[in-house]
């Protein structure tokens, strides 16, 4: 059973729209993510964040925007989706402690469509 | 920068055989990770073996393990004894342990199918 919670599952919507997908995790992880697969399989971080107030632009330039007030909700935001946001949104968070890492756990993920 | 690749876009065996996924990377780290997650179909990415790379002996999780050669910056899957289950995307992925983020650098990714 996942311990982080990803919404919605899948979502086509007209261009220009606002729209905001929900990362939810119950772990207490400090640390949690966002990656855009696109329809190759290949996964790209978009943002990052260390914890509350905090967040980090990723390896791949996105026009999408996240904020981290609680521990447990990472939020991405897109102000006007266009068709070239169409991708796969994974969220994650990584378990990290006694110096040691133990990997990321993902979400279900939200397959986006703009249309 | 880490980068991590992974040769082989798609394998095809048949079910109960050994299977083995090749992956490289770059790292000018000497304190990293290294991982195999799975992705089925439509499902979500798990974790299936982690590896840290200080450590000589391989990783192994019941039918699964690894071959880790650190010299030759190699960390290949075995999946032995293979169940149509087993059919997904694997990524190998790399993590930089100093600090920071520590977001991971995926692979490509290699499509296994597992026949009947």
């Known amino acids: 059973e996942a311990d982080i919670y990803q919404t919605p599952r899948y979502l086509v919507i007209g261009t220009g729209k606002k729209i905001t997908l929900e990362c939810s995790q119950t772990m207490g992880h400090d640390k949690m993510y966002w990656y855009q697969q696109d329809p190759g399989m290949e996964l790209h971080l978009i943002h990052y964040s260390y914890g509350v107030n905090s967040t980090e632009k990723g390896d791949l330039s996105s026009e999408s925007t996240v904020s981290r007030i609680r521990t447990e909700h990472f939020p991405l935001t897109l102000e006007s989706a266009r068709p070239s946001h169409t991708s796969q949104y994974l969220c994650?968070?990584?378990?990290?402690?006694?110096?040691?890492?133990?990997?990321?756990?993902f979400g279900s993920g939200t397959r986006l469509t703009v249309v | 920068a880490q980068t991590v690749t992974q040769s082989q876009p798609e394998m095809s065996v048949q079910e109960a055989e050994t299977v083995t996924l090749s992956c490289t990377y770059d790292t000018s780290e000497n304190n990293y990770y290294l991982f195999w997650y799975k992705q089925p179909p439509s499902r979500q990415m798990i974790l299936v073996i982690r590896q840290e790379a200080y450590k000589q002996q391989n990783a192994t999780e019941n039918r699964f393990s690894v071959n880790f050669q650190k010299a030759a910056k190699s960390f290949s899957l075995k999946i032995s004894d293979s169940q149509l289950g087993d059919t997904a995307m694997y990524f190998c992925a790399s993590m930089y342990s100093g600090g920071g983020a520590d977001g991971l650098t995926f692979g490509k990714g290699t499509h296994l199918i597992i026949q009947p």
């Open positions: 994650a968070s990584s378990e990290y402690f006694g110096g040691e890492h133990y990997g990321y756990t």
